[in-house]
Structures are given as structure tokens and as C-alpha cells.
């Protein structure tokens, strides 16, 4: 150490009196005769590189007057300089962050300073530290909360090297740190166990929602902080305020959230939306399934306000009553406004051509011999199917005349005989044709279904009743209605980049020919032909949906084994019956997207022109 009269002040330069890599003994550093080191006017300017830590702590020595006793671990060499003077309180502190960057701790008993190891401090028993450099434990007691509950919260404050721990049967804290820490970590436990002594308050509320009487009362307190603050809690699901704090506080603001409790407080949350397109009642369901996910996504303390959320739909106004939290009404109406919008329409108009031709010929001879009176024999020849059996051929051969309830053959007939021969020579040629053009149309929404039907509603029996077991009488029918015409059922959807996916189902049925309208409803046969399909088409675009061509040739020939074959003569023997029927079905559609009120004329224009 040495004094620069020049600058009234000294400058430590231990490397200069002592080589940088000479060792020193542990031991006790002091110098009982003389009194510390006066203090220069301007004070001390430290300058030392690669100065051992025993030199640095006999200079201290010499300054502070204190005795130093040396742990035999310390040891190593320090750099400290300073860039202005610095007064002996100033030297000290200094000292002491010298050490504590070494891993050192100095522990004071009396007029004595121990320097050793920082982990062995925390061991070190009768010593003082009153440095906020130095080590220490302390013993911190919590009056109103728990100490296990507040270990947690201060074991990340403590240093590395320090400890922390709880001991529940004194309900207090042990503490092993700097002296500078333990203070900071013993303010924070008195702040926390101030907030524990308080009462709490609960305020349950009947308009206003919780979380937003919470934010006005904290508005209003403007965030005071202290033990005097009171402590807002909003539990979202009850709808109720929690209030902790000072009694005389927390009953003012209890005060103040009951009057802000009003039935006004909701007013403005309620809306009714006049709906102008969409349909009131499956909006409804739409906007439900909404809410349901917003209280999934949003958190806690937002899900209970949700949960209060009301939906309703009112069919005879076709309109929607919302009753949310004002933020929720702003955005479910906003999905309102979106969903809300004209939808687009579409026209589907079909062509179904059915162009058929039946051909029939037939040709039989039916004849019968009575010889009874000469040699009692009978015989003749019968064909089905000619309208006229052979029993009734020799009814009228011995009656003479045709019975009345007899159903003649269709086509011609040629009858000949007497009393004792006769013969029935039937022939037709049935040639039916038809051409079916049927041109249905219909305008549906997006995305609805539509169905069209052209025919008739026919009766068809499917039982009957005549007596009972006991023969009493009371005879009846039962009948079921169908319809039998066009049928088409079309669901269309329209895509992006104009074009349409369509779910289409078209039926034709027709009572066949053979029994006609005005046969018995038992009798009745219907001809079905029907296509079920999903299409993806263009807007405009015409498209054949389906093709039937139906060829059908049928040959019957009734005839006498041998007699039949007979060149010539073998037509007496036999009966030709030759069938073809021939159909072609063709189902033609095109799809045209309606937008506005200009272009829903143009398809019945269209139709018109054909």
C-alpha cells in the first residue's frame, strides 16, 4: 500500500512487493499494534493484476483494521481495480464482491472475520454476517398462511448455493443466502401472508355478468396495489364476485358491484335478426352448433359467460332471437349477415323419349266331329289361347247357336259346319305403335330437393273378402292407390367454377296395353322403368342420362304330333302365334344455374320456343 501525496490518495500495486505466482501460508492477517489506516482526503484507488487473494487480504487488513482468519481452501489470485477513489465503506464492499466471485464468504464473530469456502458457510455456527454480501440463516415465521404452500414460490429465488426450507410443526421458513437475498425473499413473505390475513367476500349477481363487473371494479380501484388492495376473483360459472382484502375496502367495492348489478346491465344484449332468404329454424341449428364450439376454444374464464348463451327461432317471423354477451351477439350476428345471403337456383329441365312397336300374328284352326248317331264316336281339335275351347265349339254344334256370355277371338273369324261337323278358323294381326315424348321441368333451390310427377293415381286390389266361417255375408276389397305417370326427383348442388353435382331419380310406369284403363283393378299390369344416378354436369350442358332399347321376338306354335307337319293339310292340325316388340328409351337433362330475376325467364322461354 502507498500514498501518492501528489493525488492524496493510495494506490494498492501488491504486485509490485510480492511476485504474482508467490504462495502465502493460510493464517490470520492483523497488525495488533496499529490502529487502521487513516484514510487519504481523496481515498483509496485500487489497481491490482494477478495478485494472490492473500495478498489482497492482508492490504484489506491493513486498511479496515480487522482480523482476517484464513480457511486453508482459499487460495488462488484475483484482478480489481478501480476507477475512482474509493472511502474504506466502499473498500469493504468491494472486498467482500472480490470474495463472493471466488466462491468465499467472510462470517464476522466480534472483531474476527472468517473467510472460508461459501458451501462450508452454510454450517458455520455463532457467526454474524451483516454485510448483504455475506451469508447467513434466518428463520422467517408466517402468521396466516402456510409455509409449505409458500415453499414453491421462493425456492427459484434462492441462490444456487443457498437453501430453503419449511418447518411445518412452527409453521415458518428456514433460510440459508446472502444476507441482501434473504431480506428481498422476507419482504415478499410478509406482502404474501398480508394478502392471506384477508377475509374474502363473495357477491353473487343476477344481470350482470361477472367477468365484466370484475374488470369495471378494477377500473375503478385502479389497480392499487399494497397490502390496503382488494383482490378481484370473477368465477365465471356461479356468475359471482370474490373479493379479498382489507375489510373496509373490500366492503366498499362489494358495495359497488351490487349496484352495478341492474337489469339494465343486460339490456343491450338481446337481439332479434329479420331473416330475408335463409330459413329462421335451421339458422338456429347452424348458430347452436357455433356456440357449442366457441365455448370449447375459448378459455375458462369465458366458457361460463358462454354457457349462458340462447338461441331461439321464430318460424311465423322467420326470425332469430339471440341472447349472448354483447361481444357473442356482435359476432353470431355477424355470421347471421353471412349466412343470410340469396341462394342461387337451378333449373333442370328433362326430355324422355319412348318410341315402342308391338307386332302380333296369329292364325288357328279348331274343329269338332259328333257321330254319336252313327258310330257314337266325338273328336275334334283344340288350341289355347284361340279365345274358344273345343268343348265350346260342340256346344254350339249341338245347340245351334252361339251362348250368350261366349268371348269371341280377336281378329277375323270364319265359322262353318252342321249339326255334325264344325270348324272355327281365327286369324289376327295386331300391329301397336307409340311414341312417348315427355318434356318435365322444375326449379329448385340450391342444395334442396325438388319432385315433379305427370300421371295418374290408379287403384290396385290387394284383397278381398266375401263370407265368413259361419256364411254370413259382408263382402269387401281392399284396394291401394299408386301412381303411374313421369316421375322426377332432382337435388342439386352448385360448386365452384359453375358447375352442378346432381342426384337424380327418374321413373317412368305405364299400365300395359294387354288390360288398358278400364280393366278391373285385380287385372291391372304396369310396364316401370326407372334410373337412379349422381352427375356432375356444367352449367347449360345437355346431358343423356340413361338408354333403353328393348328387342324382343317370340314364336308359338300349338299343333297334332305328325298331323302338324302335313304339307298343306297340316295347318288343320296346328296354330301359329308370332310376337315382336321392339322399345327405345331415351332420358335427356340440362341443368341451368338462375342467379337473378332476368335469368329465371329464360328456360320458360326456352321451353316455350320448342
Not at 216 to 225: C, F, P, V, W
Not at 311 to 338: C, F, G, H, M
Not at 339 to 346: C, E, F, K
Not at 480 to 487: A, N, P, S
Request: glycine share 8%; with cysteine; hydrophobic share 40%.
Amino acid at each position: 500500500m502507498k500514498r501518492c501525496p501528489t493525488a492524496a490518495s493510495l494506490v494498492l500495486a501488491l504486485a509490485l512487493s510480492t511476485p504474482a505466482g508467490a504462495d502465502s501460508a493460510p493464517g490470520a492477517y492483523a497488525d495488533p499494534a496499529r490502529a487502521p489506516a487513516s484514510q487519504p482526503q481523496d481515498g483509496w484507488v485500487i489497481d491490482l493484476k494477478g495478485v494472490d487473494i492473500h495478498r489482497l487480504i492482508e492490504q484489506i487488513a491493513a486498511i479496515t483494521g480487522q482480523t482476517f482468519i484464513v480457511a486453508p481452501e482459499v487460495a488462488g489470485q484475483v484482478d480489481v481495480s478501480s476507477a475512482r477513489p474509493l472511502q474504506r465503506a466502499e473498500v469493504q464492499q468491494l472486498f467482500l464482491s472480490v470474495l463472493a466471485s471466488q466462491g468465499l464468504s467472510v462470517i464476522s464473530q466480534g472483531d474476527q472475520a472468517q473467510i472460508i469456502s461459501t458451501t462450508a458457510s452454510r454450517t458455520a455456527a455463532n457467526m454474524r454476517a451483516d454485510a448483504p454480501a455475506q451469508l447467513a440463516t434466518r428463520l422467517i415465521p408466517v402468521q396466516h398462511g402456510s409455509a409449505s404452500e409458500l415453499l414453491p414460490l421462493l425456492t427459484p429465488l434462492i441462490n444456487p448455493y443457498g437453501h430453503v426450507t419449511a418447518v411445518a410443526s412452527a409453521n415458518a421458513l428456514i433460510i440459508s443466502d446472502r444476507i441482501a437475498n434473504i431480506e428481498r425473499i422476507e419482504a415478499l413473505v410478509q406482502q404474501l401472508d398480508q394478502r392471506l390475513r384477508a377475509d374474502a367476500v363473495i357477491v353473487d349477481l343476477q344481470h350482470a355478468w361477472a367477468v365484466d363487473a370484475a374488470a369495471t371494479l378494477s377500473s375503478l380501484s385502479h389497480g392499487a396495489q399494497g397490502p390496503s388492495a382488494v383482490q378481484i376473483i370473477a368465477d365465471a360459472g356461479t356468475n359471482r364476485l370474490i373479493l379479498l382484502g382489507p375489510p373496509d375496502a373490500r366492503a366498499k367495492l362489494a358495495d359497488l358491484a351490487r349496484s352495478l348489478d341492474s337489469p339494465s346491465s343486460r339490456s343491450a344484449n338481446t337481439r332479434v335478426i329479420r331473416l330475408r332468404h335463409n330459413n329462421a329454424k335451421s339458422l338456429a341449428e347452424t348458430l347452436g352448433d357455433i356456440s357449442e364450439g366457441l365455448k370449447n376454444k375459448e378459455g375458462s374464464e369465458t366458457t361460463g359467460r358462454q354457457s349462458n348463451i340462447l338461441i331461439r327461432a321464430d318460424e311465423s317471423l322467420n326470425a332469430l332471437v339471440l341472447l349472448a354477451e354483447p361481444d357473442l351477439v356482435a359476432t353470431l350476428e355477424d355470421i347471421v349477415r353471412q349466412l343470410d345471403v340469396p341462394r342461387a337456383q337451378v333449373m333442370v329441365e328433362a326430355a324422355i323419349v319412348e318410341v315402342s312397336g308391338d307386332i302380333t300374328d296369329a292364325v288357328g284352326v279348331q274343329w269338332a266331329v259328333d257321330a254319336r248317331s252313327n258310330t257314337g264316336g266325338l273328336g275334334g281339335v283344340n288350341f289355347g289361347g284361340t279365345g274358344l275351347s273345343v268343348g265350346t265349339v260342340l256346344q254350339i254344334l249341338q245347340s245351334g247357336e252361339i251362348p250368350e256370355n261366349t268371348t269371341l277371338p280377336d281378329g277375323a273369324i270364319i265359322g262353318i259346319g252342321s249339326d255334325r261337323f264344325g270348324a272355327l278358323i281365327t286369324a289376327l294381326s295386331a300391329n301397336s305403335k307409340s311414341n312417348l315424348l315427355s318434356t318435365p321441368s322444375l326449379l329448385t333451390l340450391d342444395n334442396q330437393k325438388a319432385e315433379i310427377l305427370v300421371g295418374q293415381n290408379v287403384p290396385f286390389q290387394t284383397g278381398s273378402y266375401t263370407t265368413d266361417a259361419s256364411g254370413a255375408g259382408n263382402p269387401f276389397t281392399t284396394i291401394e292407390r299408386k301412381d303411374i305417370g313421369v316421375t322426377l326427383k332432382v337435388t342439386p348442388s352448385i360448386n365452384e367454377g359453375a358447375t352442378l353435382r346432381l342426384e337424380i331419380e327418374q321413373e317412368i310406369s305405364s299400365i300395359a296395353p294387354s288390360t288398358g284403363l278400364n280393366a278391373q283393378a285385380v287385372d291391372l299390369v304396369t310396364n316401370k322403368r326407372s334410373i337412379k344416378s349422381t352427375i356432375l354436369a356444367d352449367d347449360g350442358q345437355v346431358i343423356v342420362l340413361g338408354g333403353l332399347i328393348q328387342d324382343d321376338v317370340t314364336q308359338s306354335i300349338s299343333k297334332v304330333p305328325l298331323l302338324g307337319d302335313i304339307p298343306l293339310i297340316g295347318g288343320l292340325f296346328r296354330s301359329t302365334r308370332d310376337s315382336h316388340v321392339k322399345r327405345n328409351l331415351m332420358v335427356f337433362l340440362r341443368p341451368t344455374v338462375v342467379r337473378d330475376g332476368a335469368g329465371r325467364a329464360l328456360p320458360s322461354a326456352s321451353a316455350s320456343a320448342r
